[in-house]
């Protein structure tokens, strides 16, 4: 912890697009980014001057300094396999809002041991989410489900949104029988799984026994802002990061907790409560990990988008997985 005090330091690595992102982080109270740097040089004279803190010239320099309490890698592409081999050799939590830069395979022939990096904002994990659990509990059969997601200006990319769409859908119904992705925005996708996913991204997943889910991707779009709707013999439970909304199938409200407030969170401010909780030790896991799975769901949508094909990807994991 810095000083005498409960005040968490952070370490943060990105680019100078995200700054909105660093900036809302820092009004969380009990938070202070003290080291920062980025990939470009640009990247770190901009960020610091902009949060006035000290200069982060080398990323591997700065992780293993003793000058942070929790590390924040926000910049698109940089977990690359040398950094993920670092990383398993600290002593202190780190944290990333980018998807590993590496193909499912390699990721798959990776040691378990020592610590990965924890992805955040991971709605899952979020208070409104897990708030919502008990409401899952007595919903009964889950038929579909909508999320929602938009980048807005806070600096947060399209491949970090992919991701924790992904790892909700999955948490909610598992593998899909077959997935089938489009993408609309400027350039194009490549099949390097180092170079995120980026652009607006439509994804329709179809489940067994005739369950299915819609992902939508927005990059850009104003606002940042996180929303599921399922349906089924519960009725409609709507969970956004301003709380939960449950509504019976006969349109009865049963829980009205969304919508209470207009002071929405921003997504640097979400970050950094999670942030802190894991400098604390406090923030939730799996007792299965499911990184593998949302990743290879994730290359699925990438190869969708490059062949205009649905795409199986319980099948590409099954194949892995043979020794």
Known sequence: MGDADNTIRCLVWGVHSQLPLFQAATEVDDFVINLVGGPLPEDTRELSEALDVTPLDDLRTGLLSNEWDVAW???????????RQLIRGLDRPVATSTPPADSVQNLMSETEEGQRATFIPLMRLGRPFRGAEQVLENFGVKHSGHIE?????????????????????FGLFGMPDNLFAARAGEGVVTGDSRIPLNGHLVVSLRYPNR???AVSIAEGGGQWSR????LGEGGRLIVSDDGVEWLS????????????????????EVAAHHLKRLAADREPTDEIDQSLETSCLCEAVRLSCITGQAEDPAHVLRMLRKP
């Open 149 to 169: 997601m938009i980048a807005g200006g806070d600096g947060v990319t399209s491949a970090s949104l992919l991701y924790d769409a992904m790892d909700l859908a």
């Open 73 to 83: 890698l926000a910049a698109p592409g940089c977990l690359d396999a040398d950094l």
């Open 249 to 268: 199938s006969d349109g009865d409200v049963l829980d009205a907790g969304r919508g209470q407030t207009t002071d929405l969170p921003a997504a640097g």
């Open 211 to 213: 369950c299915a889910a």
């Open 227 to 230: 929303r599921i709707v399922i």
